[in-house]
Antibody
Framework: QVQLQESGPGLVKPSETLSLTCSVS????????CTWIRQPAGKGLEWIGR???????NYNPSLKSRVTMSVDTSKNQFSLKLSSVTAADTAVYYC???????????WGRGTQVTVSS | QSVLTQPPSVSAAPGQKVTISCSGS????????VSWYQQLPGTAPKLLIY???KRPSGIPDRFSGSKSGTSATLGITGLQTGDEADYYC???????????FGPGTKVTVL
């Protein structure tokens, strides 16, 4: 059974860059999108963006200027970078496997990222 | 401000039925498929319905989905205490070229 797991620093300083990795185990990452989704405490889900294993990306227009996603097929990993973070970026960040046409059948457990000095 | 609209909460007694609406526009629900997710407290969301009305393996048929025009509906019959959770609809928005979610609906079993 394919599993996804997010990892990265739990605390990031304001104005710095948030970097997370999604590691895929027990299966290949080829042939589907990896999507990043975040959820501030007590709030709803926000779609950050997605990357296909070919490297094709789509980003949320409201975050596009600060988001970069990448894929390393040799390591079975996807990565998210969000620059110039503020307290508003504090949230649980999930990676999920996206199948077409747009649904998420596998999710990581999520990782809490807090932006604070 | 979510692109998709859901009621903040719905409730019913055990064994009863609830429906959750998800309203959008032609750029999302009207011309794309809808999916639904259940999020139990402290856990990651779980896929309940995809392609408007399909259930993944392991999801009981108490959960159903439908779509008409620019709105979609999730139905839960035979309500159980374990169904208390937040429920989210999602769809691709062709105008934004981005995914969108509804704000979520909290289901309470009375």
């Amino acid at each position: 059974q394919v599993q996804l797991q997010e990892s990265g620093p739990g605390l990031v300083k304001p104005s710095e860059t948030l970097s997370l990795t999604c590691s895929v185990s027990s299966g290949s990452i080829s042939g589907y999108y990896c999507t990043w989704i975040r959820q501030p405490a007590g709030k709803g889900l926000e779609w950050i963006g997605r990357i296909y294993t070919s490297g094709t990306t789509n980003y949320n227009p409201s975050l596009k200027s600060r988001v970069t996603m990448s894929v390393d097929t040799s390591k079975n990993q996807f990565s998210l970078k969000l620059s110039s973070v503020t307290a508003a970026d504090t949230a649980v960040y999930y990676c999920a496997r996206e199948l077409l046409p747009y649904y998420f059948d596998l999710w990581g457990r999520g990782t809490q990222v807090t932006v604070s000095s | 401000q979510s692109v998709l609209t859901q009621p903040p909460s719905v409730s019913a007694a055990p064994g009863q039925k609830v429906t959750i609406s998800c309203s959008g526009s032609n750029s999302n629900i009207g011309n794309n498929y809808v999916s639904w997710y259940q999020q139990l407290p402290g856990t990651a969301p779980k896929l309940l319905i995809y392609d408007n009305d399909k259930r993944p393996s392991g999801i009981p048929d108490r959960f159903s989905g439908s779509k008409s025009g620019t709105s979609a509906t999730l139905g839960i019959t035979g309500l159980q205490t374990g169904d208390e959770a937040d429920y989210y609809c999602g769809a691709w928005d062709s105008s934004l070229s981005a995914g969108v979610f509804g704000p979520g609906t909290k289901v309470t079993v009375l």
